[in-house]
């Protein structure tokens, strides 16, 4: 009997070029981060610090909590009112 099989199945050489061409891509992006991390290290100043970063986010965060706050005592008093 002869069977044709629907599923295509990929050669060695087919995958290994698969392969290459995915560390290629995955090495150019490691040299891309390698570049832009030791640029920053250079100039440290150019960047945001982690303080700067964790004030802001704490600051946020202290503003969703009292717009919480604010809500809950506003929905609580607008239950409150009876007609």
Known sequence: MDYDDP???TTEPER???DNTMRTHVEALWTVLQTRWEELRRQ???GY???TVLVTALL???ALSVI???IAKVAE???GISM
Do not use: D, F, H
């Open 7 to 9: 599923v295509r199945t």
């Open 16 to 18: 290994q070029g698969k």
């Open 44 to 46: 440290p100043e150019a």
């Open 49 to 51: 610090s982690t303080e």
């Open 60 to 62: 946020v965060v202290a």
């Open 68 to 70: 919480a706050i604010v």
């Open 77 to 79: 008093k607008a239950n």
